[in-house]
């Protein structure tokens, strides 16, 4: 039994992932979300984001799922702006955040709603590819 218990160690050890998220910011962006970089006019829904040069990875990041949660304030505008007590959301990357984009994932309107306030306009986040 010791050594069965010890295998199951080991088992676990090697093939287990640690899920390690990173730390960025989010904004929103408002509908026609079609075209999209990612997928022409196909319709996605509405829990959907955009990705930055950060994440972009020419193009690899389309069709990617992100868990994004909020984090907190990035100005004093909005000291509180995220919803709940563990706000996050899943979204599919689809677009594209040009240089300059403000945000390190730029989330529909409606997935930015669902964990924080738009009024805030941007957030700070943790992401994790999923």
């Given at each position: ?44 829904g ?15 990041a ?59 306009g ?9």
């Amino acid at each position: 039994m010791a050594a069965l218990r010890g295998l199951l160690f080991l088992v676990f050890c090697f093939f287990s992932k640690t899920a390690v998220a990173d730390s960025g910011t989010a904004t929103y962006y408002t509908p026609p979300y079609v075209p999209s970089s990612c997928n022409g006019y196909e319709d996605e829904g509405v829990m959907i984001a955009a990705a930055s040069d950060a994440i972009w990875d020419n193009r690899g990041a389309c069709g990617r799922y992100y868990k994004v949660t909020c984090e907190g304030a990035t100005n004093a505008g909005d000291p509180h702006p995220c919803r709940g007590d563990q706000p996050h959301v899943f979204v599919k990357i689809v677009d594209y955040c040009p240089p300059g984009c403000r945000g390190t994932i730029d989330l529909s309107q409606e997935a930015f709603a669902s964990i924080a306030d738009p009024d805030a306009g941007k957030i700070k986040i943790s992401f994790q590819q999923i």
